[in-house]
């Protein structure tokens, strides 16, 4: 299976090529449309068709039916499996979080406390449910250390 990077790397090369033959395509039909009754009907018919197999071609490359993977309809994947809502389960822990605070470099340090810290700035003037984060204070008691 691809990586979330690979994917995505995937559907915007596909999505450039969708949009290269969707312009073609544009072009065919305008140029159809402005020479009716100046070319041949023949001449128009063949523009027009090839107008919709670049249509065709741009709507496949939308879809991911192409190589390299070989996944069909690599968006819904991409949406399905990479995204918050869907995806797997990571794995990590807070002794993975922990371990990684603990190994961290001084730069490291000093953005995940300006963070917080203004994370805790923004709610300072936030109102404040005192039953609700009493509950959570006694829900720490039972730690033991």
């Known amino acids: 299976?691809?990586?979330?990077?690979?994917?995505?790397?995937?559907?915007?090369?596909?999505?450039?090529?969708?949009y290269t033959y969707f312009a073609l395509a544009k072009d065919d039909i305008w140029e159809?449309?402005?020479?009716?009754?100046?070319?041949?009907?023949?001449?128009?018919l063949e523009t027009l068709i090839n107008g919709c197999w670049r249509l065709y071609t741009s709507v496949g490359a939308l879809i991911g039916y192409a190589e390299p993977t070989t996944i069909d309809y690599q968006i819904p994947y991409f949406?399905?499996?990479?995204?918050?809502?869907?995806?797997?389960d990571a794995g990590i822990t807070m002794?993975?979080?922990?371990?990684?605070m603990f190994t961290a470099d001084?730069?490291?340090?000093?953005?995940?406390?300006?963070l917080v810290d203004a994370y805790r700035q923004s709610l300072w003037n936030k109102p404040f449910d005192v039953n609700y984060w009493a509950a959570v204070a006694r829900g720490f008691e039972v730690w033991e250390f």
């Open 95 to 100: 002794r993975m979080i922990l371990d990684e």
């Open 79 to 88: 949406l399905r499996e990479f995204t918050i809502a869907e995806a797997p």
């Open 32 to 44: 159809a449309k402005q020479q009716f009754g100046v070319w041949t009907d023949k001449k128009v």
């Open 106 to 114: 001084n730069e490291e340090l000093k953005q995940f406390i300006a």
């Open 1 to 18: 299976m691809p990586t979330r990077d690979e994917l995505l790397d995937y559907i915007d090369t596909w999505y450039g090529h969708a």
